[in-house]
């Protein structure tokens, strides 16, 4: 069975809670250069699979077990995450543009040279290295060498740092200032002390 008769049958098995189809089981299958444009591939098992160059862009990988993956130079533009299992993939110069990471875990993932540019990284998991996240009550924070995102606010290290109690206040409230009243001297001193390491992200539009 080719990849797009698996997609088929994974739409067929979503469509009817199980009772159709077969969910896409990809353990370790070569998906090297594969064009998933927009594919949908839901709570997917993409254990191990080599996803090397493969084309994801705007793919649906809610839930998905990426666990290991190896997801080198991969085009995850605008790829949908939300909880996918990213433990130990190689995402290295990955395209995560605008890709949705909320809730997703990325503990041992490989970012280097990865582009996160505008990715949504609302509750996701660090990698404890590119990657960082920091448990707080009321909102969960996650940040990178230049960005931290707080809720559903992301934004640049040195803006929140300047930002005025009106600029919080505009975000969510009184709630939004409170937390940000007792947090921002402790984050500060929690990133002045663990920062985040850069991916090394250089934009090269020569390159194939």
């Given at each position: 069975?080719?990849?797009?008769?698996?997609?088929?049958?994974?739409?067929?098995?979503?469509?009817?809670?199980?009772?159709?189809?077969?969910?896409?089981?990809?353990y370790?299958?070569?998906?090297?250069?594969?064009?998933?444009t927009?594919?949908?591939?839901?709570?997917?098992?993409?254990?191990?699979?080599n996803?090397?160059?493969?084309?994801?862009?705007?793919a649906?990988?809610y839930g998905?077990?990426?666990?290991r993956?190896?997801?080198?130079?991969?085009?995850?533009?605008?790829?949908?995450?939300?909880?996918?299992?990213?433990?130990?993939?190689?995402?290295?110069?990955?395209?995560?543009?605008r890709?949705?990471?909320?809730?997703?875990?990325?503990?041992?993932?490989?970012?280097?040279?990865?582009?996160?540019?505008?990715?949504?990284?609302?509750?996701?998991?660090?990698?404890?290295?590119?990657?960082?996240?920091?448990?707080?009550?009321?909102?969960?924070?996650?940040?990178?060498?230049?960005?931290?995102?707080?809720?559903?606010?992301?934004?640049?290290?040195?803006?929140?740092?300047n930002?005025?109690?009106?600029r919080?206040?505009?975000?969510?409230g009184?709630?939004?200032?409170?937390?940000?009243?007792?947090?921002?001297?402790?984050?500060?001193?929690?990133?002045?002390?663990?920062?985040?390491?850069?991916?090394?992200?250089?934009?090269?539009?020569?390159?194939?």
């Amino acid at each position: 069975m080719d990849i797009n008769q698996i997609i088929e049958q994974h739409a067929l098995w979503l469509d009817s809670d199980g009772e159709e189809g077969a969910r896409a089981s990809l353990y370790g299958a070569n998906l090297t250069r594969a064009n998933l444009t927009r594919a949908n591939l839901t709570r997917a098992n993409l254990t191990r699979a080599n996803l090397t160059r493969a084309n994801l862009y705007g793919a649906n990988l809610y839930g998905a077990n990426l666990t290991r993956a190896n997801l080198t130079r991969a085009n995850l533009y605008g790829a949908n995450l939300t909880r996918a299992s990213l433990y130990g993939a190689n995402l290295t110069r990955a395209n995560l543009t605008r890709a949705n990471l909320y809730g997703a875990n990325l503990y041992g993932a490989n970012l280097y040279g990865a582009n996160l540019t505008h990715a949504n990284l609302y509750g996701a998991s660090g990698n404890l290295n590119h990657l960082k996240s920091v448990f707080c009550d009321t909102y969960p924070v996650t940040y990178t060498a230049e960005v931290m995102q707080i809720g559903c606010q992301r934004h640049k290290l040195e803006d929140w740092w300047n930002f005025d109690d009106k600029r919080i206040l505009e975000m969510d409230g009184k709630q939004a200032l409170k937390f940000w009243r007792i947090w921002k001297p402790i984050l500060q001193q929690i990133i002045a002390t663990s920062p985040a390491t850069a991916t090394g992200y250089v934009e090269n539009t020569n390159e194939n």
